[in-house]
């Protein structure tokens, strides 16, 4: 099945700082998303982006999927980013409906 | 509702004993889907749902696991003598039509499952 690799596992940051979160994966896809999961569990969606690039706010995210990677930019974080942010996939010529997440990468942001 | 509400929160059982875990989607969302995450993972599919059929249920483990939709809104997920293995958080999913493509996919807090 396709692989979906996360990088890096964990970061840890200061309020304000600005960081980059990479997610690459192993075959073409048709659909690639990326959650947050708060401390309390709940995956909310942040970005369907198969390609090209979207900004919502402090928020962007990059996927070329010729090259088979997605970037996820924080910028100006703050304490309410922490948690896990994972990327997931479906693969093209698949099922439309099955997402195949990464391990994720824990973020701690302190104030 | 709101949003994808899941109930129990928190269950904690004794292996061999049975387990139901129910989902109510978001109101007018046709699909659903379920969802396993154990710790340090990301969640991996189980089942899913258009309307009350399983269009696809590839990722359900075993044969001791089975989830219904009878009615094309609630799911229950049924788990049958349950291993410690089975320990994880279940996460319950619909988005408005078939297919994430497109379409914004809301999870529910999950339902965390511990088998003692």
């Known amino acids: 099945g396709i692989q979906v690799e996360q990088s890096p596992p964990d970061l840890i940051l200061q309020e304000g700082a600005n960081s980059t979160l990479r997610c690459n994966f192993s075959?073409?896809?048709?659909?690639l998303q990326w959650f947050h999961q708060n401390p309390w569990g709940q995956l909310i969606n942040l970005f369907y982006?198969?390609?090209g690039t979207k900004q919502n706010g402090r928020l962007s995210a990059t996927t070329v999927a010729t090259e088979r990677y997605s970037l996820l930019y924080i910028s100006s974080s703050q304490t309410t980013d922490s948690g896990v942010y994972f990327c997931?996939?479906?693969?093209?010529?698949?099922?439309?409906?099955?997402?195949?997440f990464g391990k994720g990468t824990l973020l701690t942001v302190n104030p | 509702g709101a949003g994808v509400s899941q109930t129990p929160s928190n269950k904690v059982t004794e292996k061999g004993k049975y387990v139901e875990l129910r989902c109510d989607p978001i109101?007018?969302?046709?699909?659903l889907y379920w969802y396993r995450q154990s710790l340090g993972q990301g969640p991996e599919f189980l089942i899913y749902?258009?309307?009350?059929?399983?269009?696809?249920d590839s990722g359900l483990p075993n044969d001791r696991f089975f989830a219904v939709r009878p009615e094309g809104s609630v799911s229950t997920l049924k788990i049958q003598r349950t291993e410690r293995g089975d320990s994880a958080v279940y996460l319950c999913?619909?988005?408005?039509?078939?297919?994430?493509?497109?379409?914004?996919?809301?999870f529910g807090e999950g339902s965390w499952l511990t088998v003692v």
């Open positions: 999913a619909s988005s408005l039509n078939g297919g994430h493509s497109g379409n914004t996919i809301y």
């Open positions: 075959d073409s896809v048709n659909n």
């Open positions: 982006i198969p390609s």
């Open positions: 997931a996939v479906e693969l093209s010529g698949g099922s439309n409906y099955k997402l195949t």
């Open positions: 109101s007018g969302h046709t699909a």
């Open positions: 749902f258009q309307g009350t059929g399983a269009a696809d």
